[in-house]
């Protein structure tokens, strides 16, 4: 370093010799445009940094040309925080595989991408195990209903099996039906007595409406002529139509559509 004529008048090498003059500016100019691309990145300006990233990695370049080496201690910027999984949430795979090209001299954010779409896999083969499993439950539990049916059916003895008595033989269908219809009796009885007999409103009243028939059918009913007191009694205890009871008894794709459609306009949970 140079000192003043009062401290001795010491000059440093770069004074009297061009080469290691040339050498000390350009570190200098390593050392500014690094400092400008790092205040660039945190403030997301982009295309500054780009241009400081440009300066530097020109500077850089002379001065490997001019001492046959690397720039020693300093260390390239790097961009690898821009590919997170955070911060490339909105990005598709073929994106962040497009970066790779761009950023090949940047091996902390190839190594970021990298490990990004690899972190994308795992989650990807995660949530697919779970779907599978699922399905599996479900294909099992439709599978033991269909047993359970089947042991029913082939039970021709009129003592253990009720349906095969001759005035009780029924279809699946008709069995469902009747479960139901034991559901909906005994739910009406339960809110009968926890809403203390209030169950319609005076729309209904006025009406006549059986408050009976709010425990089936259309949604938009209960919300006409239910009282309050039986509309916080579906909130809390569920209401299920015949649509969505057969779906949960039987499991067929067929009755899909109609309990999805009669739980989106539900009142409550629903429960079977």
Not at 103 to 110: G, L
Not at 124 to 153: P, S, T, V
Request: aromatic share 8%.
């Amino acid at each position: 370093m140079c000192r003043a004529i009062s401290e001795g008048g010491r000059r440093c090498p770069g004074c009297f010799d061009p080469i290691q003059r040339g050498l000390a500016n350009i570190r200098q100019r390593i050392g500014r445009h690094d400092r400008n691309a790092r205040k660039a990145a945190d403030r997301a300006d982009w295309d500054r940094e780009t241009h400081y990233v440009a300066l530097l990695e020109r500077a850089i370049g002379d001065y490997e040309c001019a001492t046959g080496g690397p720039a020693v201690g300093q260390a390239p910027p790097t961009r690898a925080k821009q590919y997170t999984p955070e911060a490339t949430v909105h990005w598709s795979d073929d994106d962040l595989s497009a970066e790779l090209n761009r950023v090949h001299d940047d091996p902390a954010a190839v190594d970021q991408i990298l490990s990004t779409l690899d972190w994308r896999e795992q989650m990807e083969r995660q949530r697919d195990a779970n779907i599978a499993a699922d399905l599996d439950r479900k294909r099992h539990e439709k599978a033991e209903r269909e047993a359970a049916w089947l042991r029913e059916w082939e039970d021709s003895s009129p003592l253990t099996n009720p349906s095969r008595r001759s005035s009780r033989r029924l279809k699946p269908e008709q069995v469902c039906r009747e479960e139901y219809d034991a559901h909906l009796y005994t739910s009406y009885l339960q809110a009968e007595n926890d809403c203390r007999g209030v169950l319609l409103s005076r729309a209904g009243r006025a009406h006549g409406v059986n408050p009976e028939t709010l425990f089936s059918g259309p949604a938009s009913r209960v919300r006409k002529y239910g009282s309050e007191e039986l509309k916080t009694w579906f909130g809390r205890h569920g209401r299920i139509t015949y649509a969505e009871w057969r779906y949960e008894w039987f499991g067929r794709d067929s009755d899909r559509k109609a309990a999805r459609t009669a739980q989106h306009q539900s009142i409550g949970e629903v429960t079977a």
